[in-house]
């Protein structure tokens, strides 16, 4: 089970994935790199590097659900 602290929620606006604040570099409303069928790969099992385009940090997603993003590490403190 992945801790609590290594998720970050997301929502689908229009088919586009979006993250309220960035979790690096606290820019407001980022729009990641993401589409939804790429979610869907996800969660079945395929890795996902994520670049976010405010900041260039880089995370690794192991896992979605229709809330949140899952990495391998903490992104929260």
């Known amino acids: 089970m992945i801790p609590f ?28 790199p993401l589409k939804i069928h790429e979610l869907t790969s996800i969660h079945e099992g395929k890795k996902k590097l994520l670049v976010f ?7 690794t997603l192991v896992d979605t659900d229709r809330d949140y993003l899952l990495a391998d590490t903490a992104i929260r403190k």
Do not use: E, G, R
């Open 53 to 59: 385009p405010c900041c260039h940090n880089k995370l």
């Open 5 to 32: 602290a290594n998720t970050w929620p997301y929502d689908i606006i229009m088919k586009d994935i979006y993250v309220a604040q960035c979790p690096f570099c606290h820019s407001p409303n980022v729009l990641l």
